[in-house]
T-cell receptor
Framework: DTGVSQNPRHKITKRGQNVTFRCDPISEHNRLYWYRQTLGQGPEFLTYFQNEAQLEKSRLLSDRFSAERPKGSFSTLEIQRTEQGDSAMYLC?????????????FGPGTRLTVL | QKEVEQDPGPLSVPEGAIVSLNCTYSNSAFQYFMWYRQYSRKGPELLMY????GNKEDGRFTAQVDKSSKYISLFIRDSQPSDSATYLC????????????FGQGTELSVKP
């Protein structure tokens, strides 16, 4: 068990560029979540997958954001036409089961800076 | 109004002190309550997980839930400098896809 991994750890981009982040969950965890955390705030839910199906998207997830989880393994989060307000830490978490008493394990996050 | 409110601090205590961290919530559908610890520039790690009113103890940490008052607490006994971090309360309903709703986080500093 190597934990949840995220790449890259840091990304600096210019406004208007597209960026893509990758999350590799703990092996055999069927649920995968994306959260966004800004400085001084707690993480905010963006979207989650059960296996390859995207089951819920937050209203925070504008049309510029898209997430995929092909084959129910790793996931990618893409932001198109980045804006300065997109600067944040993007966290991925995974868990087994269907919620409730199950534990979400977080990755180290990808820190995005939009100039 | 946010669903989960947490005093952001910062909180500074001397080594060995008892620390009390608190969250209030408004959604009575929350059934599961967690405390995460987050070191600077790292992802959150789970400290405590409870689902019923009352106390749960794990070493120097005690989690307390009062569903009637919609109030949860985390107590840290004999605090150590290594406890210096941001503490996040989180909660989830029985359904709603399992997403976690977090408080703002309390930044704790334990001085040697």
């Amino acid at each position: 068990d190597t934990g949840v991994s995220q790449n890259p750890r840091h990304k600096i981009t210019k406004r208007g560029q597209n960026v893509t982040f990758r999350c590799d969950p703990i092996s055999e965890h069927n649920r995968l979540y994306w959260y966004r955390q800004t400085l001084g705030q707690g993480p905010e839910f963006l979207t989650y997958f059960q296996n390859e199906a995207q089951l819920e998207k937050s209203r925070l997830l504008s049309d510029r954001f898209s997430a995929e989880r092909p084959k129910g393994s790793f996931s990618t989060l893409e932001i198109q036409r980045t804006e300065q307000g997109d600067s944040a830490m993007y966290l991925c978490a995974s868990e087994t089961g269907t919620g409730g008493l199950n534990t979400q394990y977080f990755g180290p996050g990808t820190r995005l800076t939009v100039l | 109004q946010k669903e989960v409110e947490q005093d952001p601090g910062p909180l500074s205590v001397p080594e060995g002190a008892i620390v009390s961290l608190n969250c209030t919530y408004s959604n009575s559908a929350f059934q599961y309550f967690m405390w995460y610890r987050q070191y600077s520039r790292k992802g959150p790690e789970l400290l405590m997980y409870t689902y019923s009113s009352g106390n749960k103890e794990d070493g120097r940490f005690t989690a307390q839930v009062d569903k009637s008052s919609k109030y949860i607490s985390l107590f840290i006994r004999d605090s150590q400098p290594s406890d210096s971090a941001t503490y996040l309360c989180a909660m989830r309903t029985r359904n709603q896809g399992g997403k976690l709703i977090f408080g703002q986080g309390t930044e704790l500093s334990v001085k040697p």
